[in-house]
């Protein structure tokens, strides 16, 4: 095995282990004594810890997550020298993913990695992740409807990965680009759908939940009464 072979594959072991430590659900103990699996939606993401800790804490638990998927193909691109590998540098943040949907320290339960994933696109392509982010946000300001357009701008940027000028990439090409934001997709769509391993609840059809879970992010198509459901599962212990 090369030098950089060898190189390469600890950076992908260090990548899933910064995935794999589940920031969100520690800084929730450890600055409000929450645990997030017992609160709100139950989800150890950036998305519950905003809503319980305060909209304030948005941008500085985004930026946590997106460092964790930027950093590492950044170290690798320019304090490691692994540019000449770029096709398997790109997929450094994909172990980032797959550490933080599958954590070993939450018993292999996790977030759903979109905060790691824009990180990724981020490291790569700068500006790429701007138009992915203007892309969002113009959708959600005209839809309210956070999951299901995320789950528009999974699908969409793997395409327009493909037409994006390559002299706008910091890593890589284009084709790169494109296989990690759909290799990106693929696992956080994997997660919306497998969820945290709970069971679907019994009174709505299996084809329905998964549905669900795949547009939504949830069992069943109301948030408020998705959320309250979710607190009684908890306190009956299910």
Same mark, same amino acid.
């Given at each position: ?14 990548? *899933? ?7 969100? *659900? ?5 600055? $409000? ?7 709100g939606s $139950?989800?150890?993401?950036a998305s @519950? ?19 964790? +998927?930027? /950093? ?5 691109? *320019?304090?490691? $020298?692994?540019? %000449? ?24 339960? &996790?977030?759903?990695?979109? $905060? ?13 992740? =701007?138009?992915?982010? !203007? ?6 300001? =005209? ?8 789950? !528009? ?29 759909? &290799? /990106? ?8 759908? =497998? ?8 009174? !709505?059809?299996? +084809?329905? !939940? ?5 547009l939504r992010?949830? %069992?069943?198509? @109301? ?9 009684? *599962?908890?306190? %009956?212990?299910?």
């Amino acid at each position: 095995m090369s030098g950089d072979a060898a190189t390469l594959i600890g950076l992908w072991a260090v990548a *899933y282990l910064i995935g794999a430590m589940p920031m969100s *659900y520690l800084l929730a103990r450890a600055l $409000g004594g929450i645990d997030l699996r017992q609160h709100g939606s $139950g989800n150890v993401g950036a998305s @519950n810890f905003a809503s319980q800790m305060g909209k304030k804490w948005w941008l500085p638990i985004a930026a946590i997550d997106m460092g964790r +998927g930027a /950093g590492p193909v950044l170290i690798g691109q *320019y304090a490691l $020298g692994l540019s %000449d590998m770029a096709w398997w540098l790109v997929l450094t943040p994909l172990f980032t993913i797959l550490g933080n949907n599958w954590s070993p320290f939450l018993r292999f339960t &996790g977030g759903r990695s979109v $905060g790691a994933w824009a990180g990724g696109i981020l490291g790569i392509a700068p500006l790429f992740f =701007v138009a992915g982010l !203007v892309l969002y946000v113009l959708g959600w300001r =005209v839809t309210r409807r956070s999951a299901e357009w995320m789950l !528009v701008v999974m699908i969409a940027l793997p395409l327009l990965a493909l037409a994006w000028p390559e002299r706008w990439l910091l890593v890589g090409a284009k084709e790169q680009l494109a296989v990690f934001a759909a &290799g /990106g997709a693929v696992l956080i769509l994997a997660k919306r759908l =497998v969820s945290n391993g709970q069971s679907a609840p019994a009174d !709505v059809p299996w +084809g329905t !939940v998964m549905l669900n879970r795949l547009l939504r992010d949830r %069992d069943i198509a @109301n948030r408020e009464e998705w959320l309250a459901r979710t607190a009684e *599962y908890r306190d %009956d212990g299910l």
